[in-house]
């Protein structure tokens, strides 16, 4: 079979009018000699199943519609194509490496968008639920990288709002550090930490070594490693991952939530209920990248918080813990505090548009859909250690 490579779509408007996109495909649809493995992750729209790639291949997931996706339409197919095209390629989104409209759908194909992706593991919201104690030691690098893609694509005009942290994936990234800690004999305790069964090259490697690389790590490590995963050495010496690089990707860039419109680009026949009325708010590119900037951020942030509330009885964490593991919640002072009044009354103006405001009505509900509560859960607050707020514009 052909290798598998990522796809190099200079023109995404050809590739849709070319035969790629449209043309009938049997069985299931995928490339010779890849099968489809088990299911990874049900979505509201779409499932995730692992491939089955021989080996050499990259590590690659397939995302098929659901019965009821709203890619069934096919310019909703062509919308979310768009701009899973233009986040990959600005290294915000998982890699993609083939993509395909089903028209006529058969026992193995459904209707809507099939798409096959660079592989993460878990996604944020697991990572907080399953595994607190490894994602609180990586919330800050995630929150690290999630701001710069907001920044990159702010910078386009690329803005998604389906932000929540299901939709933020992980992956390890470059190499795994290993620490040994000092149990003794005694096992760890922490339940929710699964001891790996080493492979005998790992186990006399670690007697040496506490650094491997993702390659090394992918070849040896029995699973995946999570950060709270402790490993065994020939010795009986515990190691933990602790100096896990991670990379996050951003994912969902569906037709209801996404919208690109570049400052620059005059309006076309294409209406953009959200973009369009930003860029008449602002008068300058700057503005325009700092709002959609501040706003993906708001969102998240406020989303993720949320969630932390509702499901705290679940969490069992204090709330400087679930303060935390909110990978925004530390910055977002810092980043009210480097706005100009005008900024924030434009974000402002654009949580109170209808799209927007229906979207966090649906995720924190009519109590916390105002300006101020999102503001307020996304703690874009101003630093408590600066004068009190002009009047006007602080909460
Ligand atoms: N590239 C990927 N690698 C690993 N897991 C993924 C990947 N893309 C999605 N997932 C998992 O599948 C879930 C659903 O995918 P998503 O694209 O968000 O579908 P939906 O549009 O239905 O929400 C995600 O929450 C995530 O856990
Ligand atoms: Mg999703």
Known sequence: MQALQALQIADTDAYIAGDSFTRKRKGTGLPNGILLGKTLKRGTNNTVHVLNTPAGQPSVVARFPRVNSDTRDEEHAQWEFRHAVLAARLGVGPALFDAWYTRNPNPRQRKGLHMILERCYEDWHSAIFDDPTGALRIADTIGNVVSRHFARMAG?????????????????????????INLGASRPQDASCAEQQPSEWLKSNLDHRTVFSLEEANTHFPNPLKVTDYVVSSEGHYFTPTELAVDAKIIDFGCDFCEYRPFDRPPDRRQLPVLDAVHRMCSTQLEYTTVLRLTMLILLASNI???????????????????????????????????????????????????????????????????????????????????????GHGY
């Open 156 to 180: 386009i005009g690329l803005f998604a709002y389906d932000l929540k942290a299901s939709n933020i994936v992980l992956k390890p990234a470059g190499r795994i550090g290993m620490t040994w």
């Open 305 to 391: 918080a949320n969630e932390l509330e509702t499901r705290k009885v679940h969490l069992k964490m204090s709330r400087a813990d679930r303060n935390r593991i909110n990978p925004f919640h530390n910055r977002m002072p810092h980043e009210k505090a480097a706005c100009t009044p005008r900024t924030i009354g434009l974000v402002k103006k654009m949580l109170r548009l209808p799209d927007l405001k229906a979207h966090l009505t649906h995720y924190n509900g009519r109590r916390n859909n105002g300006v101020k509560r999102t503001f307020r859960l996304a703690n874009f607050t101003f630093p408590a250690t600066d004068e009190p707020s002009p009047a």
